[in-house]
């Protein structure tokens, strides 16, 4: 049984063009990760106002419900004192190691006390203070509640000797040349957004005391000199940002006084990358892990007879195959190919028994709808799925007439016939640009309509994949073309079209994203077309602040159990959803498919419920990830798809 879940609203994105993958992450500089099916992680819409905000903030929470500010870094004066002006501290790698367990197992403030700030509330973006801090100017100011650590690399070669956490300088200090040494000013000067992942780092690194280390590439010099630009950029901040009567906590910066060899020999489980540049498998690495699980998604995997579909194949070492078969043919998806000709089709057929040979196709999307005259040429889309299935499977049933007696009774010799080829229809990340021509084989093959060769690809076959809607309009005026020249399987045309099915009409070509055999991301306009999910074998639909658009009869058909809808909950970055974690989660038991896009609060709030759920099981607190580290994760795995 499957579900779906809707978020709120959002505005769909192309996938962006596709250089190569990059693991430096060091910087936000990452190439394209394999995932072009990404949904879109709107900003959200800015706030409608008369003359007060759409949605009025909750009240700032009483001094109570601060924690206490615990760290065996402060007060700083057991530590001894290496600089006067600016103050700075050095620590033992014993301490380092016991503030990293101390933060880890501590609660996190209450996100009431920490938000809007975290948001971002630049003096200048009336449209951002008009919504978060209309009511309360005091929701305003930096959060007393919260002491972090921030571990800074000297350098900031992030590839290698790198402690659990750890940022270059680069990613909170403004640069050298800018007059004074601050922090960067990463308050969004304009604009509306609760999705600003990418200023966590050095939010949290203005509230926070700051460990610098070093490896051998840099100098004692450099530590100190480093360090001591920190200090200053803290006094400067802190400067700013005393407002009136608050007080604001004191942080420092401390040197650790050993090198990242003893730190790497005696505290092994705090190194994400070692000397020798190898990550450590005890530390989780979101770009990795990413990779690997689109690696695992999109590999390759038969369609039909002798034709794959899958990503751009990697090299395989010499001797090992993986269990790979050995294409002859290899088509690319590209964004600028041509549709080839028909002589250079038949070229490369010839060219591909002795060896493999590549080639280009149009992409998804690239391809607009047009008529074709059905007499003269065949379109490009037709003449090339008969290209394919004449190399890939030269057996197929039109050649039944060679078995044909003529008409004095004698039956003709049989035509020797090349071995059949193996193709591979491909691109980057294995489901988007190769979509079109891998669907429109698919019919031709299978004899198929596009309702069913969508369906049957990715329920059947377990394929993922995206598509436009102009693949669709253009897959659809080709159908009758495709079929009529199809020697797939089937009673001929008249069996293979019909009625196209109601959810047809209101498809865009893309499918709610299979995150797992049972759970489905998806958007707004999927939950809005319950047919679809239907014929996916979605069952369930979870809404979290918008409800679906369906009829009453639509409603009554699926049944009041297989429908939650969270109301009172907005896509603001201000309204709580902790209190409803505990009824999705409940309802998600039973099977559920959630789709989620997930603002800053909410992935806070999931960080709070995890240390709900260890105190039921009678577990300590115990975090893999601080909320600095998570956010600067998810801002490098989104990177790519910004605009």
Known sequence: MAAVAIPPRQTPTPPPSTPSLGFDTSSFEHGVIPNKHLPYCSPGPAPFRH??????????????????????????????????????????????????????????????TVFPWFHGLHPENQIQLAFFTARKKILRNTPRCFRGLTIIKVGGDLTKCRVKGALAPHEILAAEDSGEDSF???????????????????????????????????SEKDLYRLAKRLSRAQKTWRVKSTNGDQELPAFNVFILSCSFEEFERDHSELVAIDSDSQPRGEQLDFFQLERQEMCDMSQASQITKNVWLGPAPDPAPTGEDHGRPEFDLLIEASDLAQAPDLPTLKSLGELSLDTPQHLEFPSSGSIMPQKWPKAGPLDPITQMCQWIHGLADPDAAGDADEDTPDQDGDIPMKTLRPRPRKFLIYCTDGYTESTLLGLAYFMYAERLPVHEAWLRLHCQLKRNFFAYPSDVALLSSLQTRILEMSQGPGNGIAGSLQDDPAWLARFDGSLPSRILPYMYLGNLGHANNPQLLRALGIKRVLSVGESVGWTKGQKESWGSRNLLFVDRVQDNGVDCLTKDFERCLDFIARRLNVIIQPHLRFVYELLKWDEVLQKRRGQPIRREL???SIAREIAAMNKPYSR
């Open 51 to 112: 003359n007060a905000p759409a949605t009025p903030p909750a009240s700032p929470p009483s001094s109570q419900s601060e924690i206490r500010l615990l760290s065996v870094l402060h007060p700083p004066d057991p530590h001894q004192l290496v600089s006067k002006s600016p103050p700075v501290f050095v620590i033992q790698p014993s301490t380092l190691s016991a503030a990293i367990h101390q933060l880890s197992s501590g609660e996190l403030p209450d996100p009431r």
């Open 184 to 218: 960067l000013e990463v308050d969004p000067r304009e604009g509306f957004s609760v999705r600003n992942f990418q200023i966590q780092a050095t939010k949290v690194a203005m509230v926070s005391d700051i460990v610098v280390y070093r490896d051998d590439s840099a």
């Open 626 to 628: 601080e909320w600095a």
